[in-house]
């Protein structure tokens, strides 16, 4: 299979951030999280106000804007109505291919009463039987084309009856009996380059692949594609196996390929969809699920319902960890054919992740092994329950089901630990790779799984040794080429390491003297005080805090598509540094080592929602305004029923189907575990954790430990989550997205203030909003509008109470508190604005532009809040030279002299730069006075441009003049 193609890394370095994002006016990307984040404060040297009037709610685009609700509706399983039946011979064998199943089953059944001898009909009889679950009447419909075969002397009809007999064979997980069959098939037709593939292909599932014949066979089929005797698709279907045993994937790749041009999906034929699914399931044990989705999907274009690509869709999108998706493709297969054992095997998956084990165990016994002892992902689950109970005689029970009938299966041993991993099981994931190891020394995808376990778990060593041999025996593996790749070209040329106690932080070499102290500093103290809280020395750490998305992701699963700024696998956390601006480190920092201490404390078996929502609420207690709290988002989603119970979070997070739904998935276990924090304390969550630990489920627990049941622990949390969120969002909020909302009269008369402000009739705005308030129409909307029309006026005591009553009635939003920040602003009150800054910033933790305006107002004014603002924006973007500057005054006012000096250095590479802005200039300007550093000489004339520069720096600057 053709190797996946390189991917760019660049490492951002300092002195390019600061070029490409923070120059001239340039902003870094911002966290969306956070309402109103775009609009948070502008740059020093603009004129303009902090608000645009409009945003201020006098536009219609402003009025009802809250979280996109449309994105808050959940998907569901296709339902499927069954077409008609056909009534011809021809429209049956459509009917086959094309979706209809059941039609062409009843309509040849008795067809073939007539013409026994049609064996066409009965090969496609046999597919619709297959398709629709019902094997044994597949295998009766091919014993009887067997028999006409045979008693037409036709020879090679009846071994390609055999070689479908040994594919039911084959599904019932009878692989001595598949292959007796393909043998049968070749002393009938033994030139069949397709039969004597499947030979080589069940060979190397034996683990016969070395034995002399089976060679004989590898080198025939190499030699029939060499000189051309392969021409059709079956025969360079046969001769890709051939290769498929050599471990020549890349010539795999290109055999299946020409194959599928051959017999395309499109065209409906068994043997299209059969080289599509084989094609489709070399991606995916490549670990590429775009390609084999690309490939399934060709099936499902022309058979929306054909099962088998369905679960194997369903398999995908697993892969992908996308839960939603795998369950509903898996629910449609199940439409079709009930017992579909693949189809059942991901739902037992998911049913394993989410929680659901009796689900899980009972599914796969009743659907899965019933059918197949020996399926490998069904002994999986099997496997990974066993080992969740801790139960080692049924972990060995489902290990020899699968190795008495594929004694080389090495995917069993790495699915079982991806699916380990799944459920936190990190040590126990490594010890049955490590197994698998020992049993396949040899086997490319033990070995790879392997390398990644000791990667998440620390040991470098022997993860790269064990990544390296996988990579020698098979070069195409997407995660271990990834892998290998990002160290090679990566992480050894551009990062370090340091060492604080048992601390190990991995960060871009050449930002360890700059970053390094402060990301210590804060890991560190997140450590000190979670061991106070939670009881336990958590021991050594490791914390590799990358530059770049692709290599955190690449590091962190193995793949570059990773939707996430950090993950925990217990003594190692992997990280996105807050290098471009995107998001607060210490939150997310907090969060992540919060992790650390459940997985200890529940051996990794605590639920999903629990964890999250924990280290959401640490992260909130040490760093309020970084919680994820969202209470517009919350109300919304509750007014959109979009809200899950207390015992169904676990869903939340695990079928989200986009990021909003994730968030709101993060906002309620974060209420959650602040309810059940604040109301029963943390000792007994702690007790909940150890009680996971013994396998007890949170019903359990909530008994035990709180003394009630879920439904009365539910509905308790109810009722504050609703109290809690009717203070913070209280009044009328208009949607004017909503159709209903223009009969509402306050809606009309909504749009006629608008009209009246766009107008410029500020009069007739205000008279009518002030109705508004005296109606059933008071809110933050309302309130926000009039301050705005108030500022028109010229009434700006007045539009200052407004802004502060419109805060009242959303205590989270920020829009009101901009506004006052704008008068404050314009009002030239330096203190006053630093004072709804800090507002601000107690109420958002993700933005960056409030915290560098009231840093840069900090420094320049003398304020004592500089630190804590220096800390905020620090946290956010530690490389924006703003940040750097104001930084470099705390650094020099706390004694420390050598740092403030690395930080001024850094901010400078920026500064000096003719086309930097106002407020890197002034921010450097003030450091530089602060440390006398000469370069003040070349940046006090620009600093002194600002018309806002307070009088003691504008005093101080002034001296600094030639």
């Known amino acids: 299979m053709a190797a996946p193609s390189e991917p760019r890394r660049v490492l951002p370095l300092a002195a390019t951030v600061a070029a490409a994002l923070l120059v001239a006016g340039c902003e870094p990307k911002k966290d969306t999280e956070t309402p109103g984040g775009e609009d948070a404060v502008e740059d020093p040297e603009r004129d303009g106000p902090l608000v645009d009037p409009r945003a201020a709610g006098l536009s219609e685009e402003a009025v009802g804007q809250g979280p996109d609700t449309a994105e808050m509706a959940t998907e569901e399983a296709r339902k499927r109505e069954k077409p008609a039946d056909p009534k011809t011979r021809d429209a049956a064998l459509v009917a086959a291919a094309h979706g209809n199943p059941e039609g062409a089953a009843t309509f040849l059944s008795e067809h073939l009463k007539s013409k026994p001898g049609d064996t066409e009909a009965a090969f496609a009889l046999a597919r619709a039987q297959r398709l629709l679950g019902r094997l044994d009447a597949a295998q009766e419909t091919l014993e009887a084309a067997r028999a006409q075969a045979k008693k037409s002397k036709d020879k090679a009809v009846e071994a390609q009856v055999l070689r479908r007999l040994a594919a039911l064979r084959e599904v019932h997980g009878d692989i001595a009996g598949a292959e007796k069959l393909i043998v049968d098939g070749l002393g009938l037709d033994p030139t069949n380059l397709l039969l004597q593939g499947e030979r080589v292909r069940l060979a190397l599932i034996s683990g016969k692949v070395q034995e002399r014949d089976i060679r004989g066979l590898i080198d025939g089929l190499y030699d029939a594609y060499g000189d051309g005797t392969a021409q059709t698709a079956e025969q360079i279907l046969g001769a890709s196996y051939a290769a498929l045993a050599e471990r020549a994937f890349k010539s795999t790749n290109r055999l299946m390929q020409e194959a599928e041009n051959l017999a395309p999906a499109s065209e409906g034929s068994e043997l299209g969809d059969e080289i599509a699914v084989r094609y489709a399931e070399l991606f995916l044990e490549k670990y590429k699920p775009s390609e084999a989705a690309q490939t399934v999907a060709q099936v499902l274009e022309r058979d929306p319902w054909n099962p088998e690509a369905l679960a194997l869709m369903a398999r995908i999108a697993l892969d992908d960890f996308r839960l939603g998706p795998a369950s509903r493709a898996a629910e449609e297969a199940l439409q079709v054919n009930p017992s579909n054992a693949e189809a059942h095997t991901v739902l037992a998956w998911v049913a394993l992740i989410e929680g659901r084990r009796d689900e899980a165990r009972e599914r796969v016994t009743d659907h899965v092994l019933t059918l197949n002892p020996a399926h490998v992902d069904g002994q999986a689950v099997m496997a990974a329950l066993a080992i969740y109970e801790r139960d080692e005689a049924a972990y060995k029970k489902a290990r020899d089901a699968v190795f008495a009938a594929r004694p080389v299966e090495g995917q069993f041993y790495s699915g079982l630990g991806d699916l380990l991993g799944y459920l936190h099981l990190y040590p126990e994931a490594d010890e049955v790779l490590t197994e698998g190891a020992k049993r396949l020394p040899d086997d490319p995808y033990v070995q790879g799984a392997l390398g990644l376990s000791r990667l998440r778990l620390g040991d470098e060593v022997a993860g790269r040794a064990a990544l390296d041999f996988a990579w020698r025996k098979d070069k195409y593996n997407a995660r271990t080429l990834n892998v290998r790749q990002l160290y090679r070209e990566s992480i050894e040329p551009n990062y370090a390491e340091q060492k604080s106690g048992g601390l190990t932080v991995r960060l871009p070499a050449e930002l360890q003297d700059v970053v390094g102290p402060g990301f210590i500093d804060a890991i560190a103290s997140a450590q000190t005080t979670l061991d106070k809280a939670y009881g336990i020395d958590l021991g050594t750490l490791r914390v590799e805090i990358f530059a770049d998305p692709e290599d955190f992701s690449i590091r962190t699963v193995g793949t570059p598509n990773l939707g996430a700024l950090g993950v925990c696998f217990g003594p190692v956390i992997t990280a996105l540094g807050p290098y471009a601006g995107t998001h607060n480190f210490d939150h997310v920092i907090w969060h992540e080592i919060a992790h650390s201490y459940a997985i200890e404390l529940s051996e990794g078996r605590v639920p999903r929602w629990f964890t999250e929502g924990l280290s959401e609420w ?345």
């Open 618 to 962: 640490e992260s909130e207690l040490a760093y309020p305004p970084a919680a994820r709290e969202s209470a517009a988002l919350l109300s919304a989603a509750r007014d959109h029923d979009a809200l899950r119970k207390l015992s169904e979070l676990e869903l939340a997070f695990l079928r989200a189907e986009n990021a909003m739904m994730m968030e709101v998935a993060y906002a309620t276990a974060s209420w959650a575990m602040r309810y059940l924090g604040e109301t029963y304390g943390r000792p007994k969550i702690v007790v909940m954790l150890k009680g996971y630990a013994k396998g007890k489920s949170t019903e359990e627990l909530f008994v035990e430990v709180l003394g009630k049941d879920m439904a009365t622990v539910e509905k308790e949390f109810e009722a504050w989550f609703d109290a809690e969120l009717d203070r913070k969002i209280s009044g009328w909020r208009p949607n004017l997205q909503d159709p209903k909302a223009q009969d509402d009269p306050r809606v009309q008369t909504l749009m006629e203030v608008m009209k009246a402000g766009q107008e410029g009739d500020f009069e007739s705005a205000r008279k009518g909003l002030e109705a508004l308030v005296q109606g059933k129409g008071d809110g933050a909307q309302t309130r926000l509008m009039l301050g705005n029309v108030l500022e028109q006026l010229g009434d700006d005591k007045q539009a200052a109470k407004q802004y502060e009553k419109a805060a009242s009635f959303s205590v989270e939003a920020l829009e009101p508190l901009m506004a006052l920040a704008a008068l404050a602003r314009k009002q030239a009150d330096v203190k006053g604005e630093l004072d709804v800054l800090e507002r601000v910033l107690a109420i958002d933790g993700m933005s960056l532009e409030p915290a560098l305006r009231a840093l840069v107002l900090a420094v320049a004014s003398g304020d004592k809040r500089a630190e804590a603002f220096s800390d905020r924006a620090s946290a956010i973007a530690p490389l924006h030279p703003t940040a750097l500057a104001g930084a470099s005054v705390v650094a020099f006012d706390a004694k420390d002299k050598k740092r403030a000096q690395v930080l001024l250095d850094e901010s400078m590479v920026t500064a000096l730069r003719p086309d930097a802005g106002l407020d890197v200039v002034v921010s450097a300007a003030v450091a530089a006075d602060r440390l006398d550093d000469p370069r003040v000489k070349d940046l006090a004339p620009r600093a002194l441009e600002s018309k806002e520069l307070p009088k003691a720096a504008r005093k101080r600057l002034e001296a600094r003049l030639p």
